[in-house]
């Protein structure tokens, strides 16, 4: 049976698979016939091309260098608490029930359709590219980037306040996904660092808000932050984090921990490094 002509229906369902050398030899060469003589398929290649060129300047996101420590902290935390006492099958679906509707899910579940908002979005740019310019999808998905970056924040201040440490640890993780954080989420990661009961929580709050030391009120944070630590493990953390800074500010702080009698001597010698690195 002869096979019928190619339609432009059927070339601009081809364009992506084309684009990616995804289409069979076959079907390539047919449809690269059909648009060396079809200028309204050609200039729906051209867009399409010019949208995929788009995208691709969208950042990849990668493995986090924090997310091994995420994870030993996480690890530690459920270690803490699998041996205790187990709830009824009854008031575990209640617990479930209400978490269903806390706000903490509930900005969960608006995350997820902002992302999947992005999904349909560039699905339906993909299928009709001829329709809207490059300048005015770019405006679109900056539009779609900067309410990613409001959900993520929103999620971060409300994981914050969970009494789960690993969902507190995971609240924490969304720093590295925000391009630029607020300052109530500076005030609440130092909250964070000052007062959370776990400690795995505060190491890990304490490299992110490392990562974000531009901020002077982060600096500022972490000097203070210094003389409110009783952890040696945080103390220790916070004197290195200080030398790296190059925070001169610290050395008061850091001289005036060296006079409580409780100090760890291991976390006494690394402060006196310290300081000596600051001076």
């Not at 971060?156 to 306040?161: A, D, I, P, R, Y």
Request: hydrophobic content about 40%; proline content about 5%; charged content about 20%.
């Amino acid at each position: 049976m002869e096979k019928l002509p190619i339609n432009c229906d059927q070339i601009k369902d081809q364009l992506t698979d084309w684009l990616s050398n995804q289409l069979p030899d076959a079907e390539r060469v047919t449809l690269e016939t059909h648009l060396a003589q079809c200028p309204a398929c050609q200039a729906e290649a051209r867009a399409t091309r010019q949208l995929w060129q788009l995208m691709g300047n969208v950042p990849t996101p990668e493995p986090s260098p924090m997310a091994r420590v995420r994870f030993q902290a996480m690890l530690d935390t459920y270690k803490e608490t699998v041996n205790t006492k187990q709830e009824s099958v009854f008031n575990n679906l209640l617990t479930k029930l209400r978490q269903l509707w806390a706000p903490n899910y509930a900005y969960r579940l608006g995350y997820s359709f902002v992302l999947l908002s992005i999904g349909v979005a560039a699905g339906y740019w993909f299928s009709h590219p001829g329709k809207t310019t490059v300048a005015v999808q770019q405006q679109q998905i900056d539009t779609l980037s900067t309410q990613v970056q409001e959900m993520r924040q929103m999620v971060l201040l409300s994981g914050l306040e969970n009494p789960s440490a690993s969902e507190r640890l995971r609240a924490v993780s969304y720093t590295e996904e925000i391009n630029q954080v607020d300052e109530k989420v500076v005030d609440a990661l130092l909250t964070t660092l000052d007062n959370d009961s776990n400690v795995n929580v505060r190491l890990v709050t304490l490299e992110a808000l490392a990562k974000l030391a531009d901020n002077p009120s982060v600096r500022e944070g972490l000097v203070q932050s210094i003389a409110r630590q009783e952890s040696p493990l945080v103390q220790s953390a916070l004197a290195d984090i200080m030398v790296k800074l190059q925070e001169k500010r610290s050395i008061k702080p850091l001289r005036q921990l060296l006079h409580d009698d409780n100090l760890n001597h291991l976390v006494k010698g690394k402060i006196e490094q310290s300081i000596r690195d600051l001076s």
